[in-house]
């Protein structure tokens, strides 16, 4: 499914921070990432990318957690 | 899904009727009442009074985990800790060694006054006390520096950062990102880190992750190669620089043992273990002011004592075999001079020898007692002997025919051939099979011939055109 | 000293073994609070039947002893993980008399995800913010008072590293052991079609279920498909299950 105009969290710029939409992933995945705080709403700050540019390190609920960006793809994202 | 019993297929039987269609929604809906609930109780007891920006913590992590600076910073620590330990270890190890064989000379004249026969002499003082006083005075202290210098930075919050940094690659051989914590494990003990490989969910990468975590020398394997590049490596500097000069040879050691690593695991992901990534989370602490007192009792109490009793146990058997295999007699030959015979002809394609090849065979039980096995072989002096210097054992080595061709086969060889048997019975309790056991012992030692195969015929190749071309 | 172990249940609480279960995110400084409440009273083994270690400690606290049971640190309970799963199972099935929640003062709203999750399954839970001086350091009051009302249960501050407060958290464990603190958990509110759906699957489930399991808990794991709670349920032995609804089961089985 294409969701027009819609940003996924590896679009944000370190530094920039997001609101979660939606998350793609399904299974067990989602509700891991849900469990992290990644629930629709909630604010994620991009910190920093690891020297090879993959995983990346996001501000999520007070705590700094690196995501893979294929994972981090699979999360939808405003910039309001 | 789990078998469920008759009352519970009743009790969903009732129920199903009651349960809405869409489950992922009603997860979401799960999760996302919570957290609503823990926002709202957290806005209504926390108040943020200042706002908290760019500390110190931030911009350290900033400079560790850095595009230019990660990596040189993961490898100057690594240097540090392994010269640290080789530096430091290097006296205690001598106190240590006399201190156990003078208690082994008071032991040897006890039981020749008393009359004890000297066979039984033999087996318990000149092989089993041997090898146990051999395995604490070389294994204990650098335990004793390297486990707690490894807590230290785990408690740091560093090791995190390192998985952070190197987790590109371990994604790309197709291994879970958490694989890079248990092979830093590893480098303390095989052992530990294969038990430490529960903290990877996936069975897929978690058997990966136990497979190749031999490829992290350990600590019983740093003496051999430390003795070693000191040896031969070593006296191509001025003496100051010795020391370093070695540990400089084991950091390229170990850096191919994690190459070996991230290839085998590639590997084992596109054949025998196929599969994709699996999801992998991982925290990124806070950096946090560590616990020394706790430090020192965790990493002395949980780690350095329980390998070295592990090895200690297994130390003494293997020590009163060898002291046995040397003094019983075929014919005018030993059985041990035998067996080294066979095997003397695979030692010589691989750039080694018979004695050498027995040696690493013996030292299955625990790799530290190879070097006290191999000096036995040479002198066949029927017990184990510990040389004075490292001088004398450069005398021995040269004697036997050694070059530095020799020496880097043994230093591959010891990062690549089965693992001990501690960690093979670590494996194959973590794994519960039989199989997976014989292909941790098989992968590693398959690719340890191979490899000693190439660069011995590949180093005698190029002696014959330098040959050539000096004379 | 005469030994009272052998009189009958009345006469064993001076002797009684207390299990606590410790619970809490990971990285929130768990294992010092475990290390600190029982010193080198520890030994580690396995979970049964799991590959994940099973760290429990020891302690005496006011004439009463204590074992402390170090559970897998998890974000959550979903039982989505090993580490989940065990320890979901110990704090709902292996009944422990008590649960302590540690977490982190300075993100608390992702530990109270967990704190909320397991005030679902119990109300014997004792909640041990840590990590207090470092939030202080970073700018944020915890307001202690304001989550022990919220949360309906007893919360106390702690700063493990330095030791302080963990007198006054044994005080407030053996508090509760010994039934002079009564707690009122917070239960948390889902979406009203939801809160419908649970309650009607609570209360048919009730009749099935051993007291000490909270039927709204079993109910929202059933609304996620959640079977294995089930097989669990099931398969405890318990003496509440009575012959009476064995034989409706039967006869519902037959229609």
């Known amino acids: ?80 | 899904m789990s078998t469920i019993n008759k009352h519970g297929l009743l009790i969903i039987r009732e129920i199903e009727p009651l349960l809405p269609g869409n489950v992922s929604n009603i997860k979401d809906r799960i999760v996302s009442g919570i957290y609503r609930q823990a926002e709202d109780i957290s806005a209504q007891a926390v108040r943020t009074e200042s706002s908290y920006q760019a500390s110190l913590e931030t911009k350290l992590d900033g400079i560790l985990t850095s595009r230019w600076l990660g990596f040189p910073i993961m490898l100057f620590l690594l240097t540090l800790v392994l010269w640290i330990t080789i530096t430091g270890a290097n006296y205690p190890s001598q106190l240590l060694a006399s201190g156990l064989f003078w208690i082994e000379k008071q032991l040897l004249n006890l039981f020749v006054t008393s009359g004890a026969p000297s066979w039984l002499t033999g087996v318990l003082i000149l092989g089993m006390y041997r090898s146990l006083a051999w395995v604490v005075s070389v294994m204990l202290p650098p335990m004793a520096i390297f486990f707690p210098l490894f807590t230290l930075l785990e408690d740091l919050g560093y090791l995190p950062r390192v998985a952070f940094n190197m987790d590109n690659l371990f994604r790309r051989a197709g291994a879970h990102g958490k694989q890079c914590l248990t092979m830093c494990m590893g480098f303390g003990c095989n052992a530990a880190g294969v038990t430490s490989c529960r903290i990877i969910d996936s069975p897929r990468e978690r058997l990966i992750a136990i497979l190749t975590n031999t490829f992290s020398i350990c600590n019983g394997r740093f003496p051999t190669l430390i003795s070693l590049a000191t040896i031969f490596m070593g006296t191509l500097v001025a003496r100051a620089f010795s020391s370093t000069l070695a540990t400089l040879a084991v950091v390229a050691i170990i850096m191919m043992g994690i190459l070996t690593t991230l290839l085998v695991s590639y590997l084992l992901s596109r054949t025998l273990l196929q599969g994709v990534p699996s999801f992998f989370v991982l925290e990124l602490p806070p950096f946090r002011k560590p616990q020394l007192g706790q430090i020192l009792i965790r990493s002395l109490l949980d780690r350095t004592l329980f390998v070295l009793w592990r090895a200690v146990v297994i130390a003494a058997p293997a020590g009163a075999l060898t002291w046995i295999l040397a003094n019983s007699f075929v014919a005018d030959t030993s059985i041990f001079a035998l067996i080294a015979g066979w095997l003397d002809p695979l030692g010589q394609l691989m750039g080694m020898d018979g004695i050498i090849l027995i040696a690493f065979l013996l030292g299955l039980p625990a790799n530290e007692i190879f070097l006290p096995i191999l000096i036995m072989g040479y002198l066949s002096a029927g017990s184990m002997l510990e040389l004075d210097s490292l001088n004398a054992l450069r005398t021995l080595l040269l004697d036997h025919g050694w070059t530095w061709i020799t020496a880097l086969c043994v230093m591959l060889f010891s990062l690549l051939h089965f693992p001990c048997g501690t960690t093979l019975y670590t494996i194959f309790k973590e794994t519960r099979s039989a199989r997976w056991t014989i292909m941790a012992a098989l992968i590693p030692l398959a690719l340890g011939i191979l490899v000693t195969l190439i660069v011995n015929q590949g180093a005698r190749i190029i002696n014959c055109f330098s040959a050539g071309f000096s004379g | 000293m005469i030994k009272t172990a052998s009189l009958p249940v009345h006469g064993q609480e001076a002797t009684k073994n207390f299990v606590i279960a410790l619970a809490g995110n990971p990285n929130v400084g768990k294992s010092t609070v475990f290390n600190r409440l029982t010193g080198l009273k520890q030994h580690t083994g396995n979970w049964p039947g799991k590959t994940v270690t099973r760290a429990e400690g020891t302690f005496f606290h006011r004439n009463r002893h204590y074992t402390l049971v170090d559970l897998p640190g998890t974000y959550s309970l979903h039982a989505s993980s090993t580490d989940e799963q065990v320890a979901r199972d110990f704090i709902c099935f292996a009944r422990p008399d008590l649960t302590l929640v540690v977490c982190d003062a300075t993100c608390l709203e992702r530990n109270l995800n967990l704190v909320l999750q397991i005030l679902e399954i119990t109300d014997r839970v004792v909640l041990c913010v840590n990590l207090m001086d470092e939030a202080k350091r970073k700018g944020f009051r915890v307001d202690i008072d304001m989550l022990t009302h919220k949360l309906g249960i007893p919360v106390v501050g702690t700063a493990a590293r330095s030791g302080r407060g963990l007198s006054r958290l044994k005080n407030v464990l053996d508090d509760m052991v010994a039934g002079k603190i009564v707690t009122t958990p917070q239960q948390v509110v889902y979406d009203p079609e939801l809160e419908t759906s649970i309650n009607e699957i609570a209360k048919r489930l009730t009749p099935y279920l051993p007291d000490w399991i909270n039927s709204r808990w079993a109910a929202l794991r059933l609304l996620e498909r959640d079977y294995s709670v089930l097989d669990h349920i099931t398969d405890n032995k318990n003496k509440n299950y009575s012959p009476r609804i064995l034989k409706k089961e039967v006869a519902l089985c037959l229609q």
């Open chain 1, 1 to 80: 499914m294409v969701i027009p105009n819609s940003l996924s969290l590896i679009d944000i710029p370190v530094g920039d921070s997001a609101r979660v939409v939606n998350i793609l992933t399904i299974g067990a995945n989602r509700r891991r990432l849900l469990d992290l705080g990644l629930v629709p709403g909630s604010r994620v700050e991009v910190i920093r990318r690891s020297p090879a540019g993959n995983p990346t390190a996001y501000l999520i609920k007070g705590t700094l957690i690196a995501l893979r960006n294929e994972d981090a793809r699979q999360i939808l994202v405003d910039t309001n």
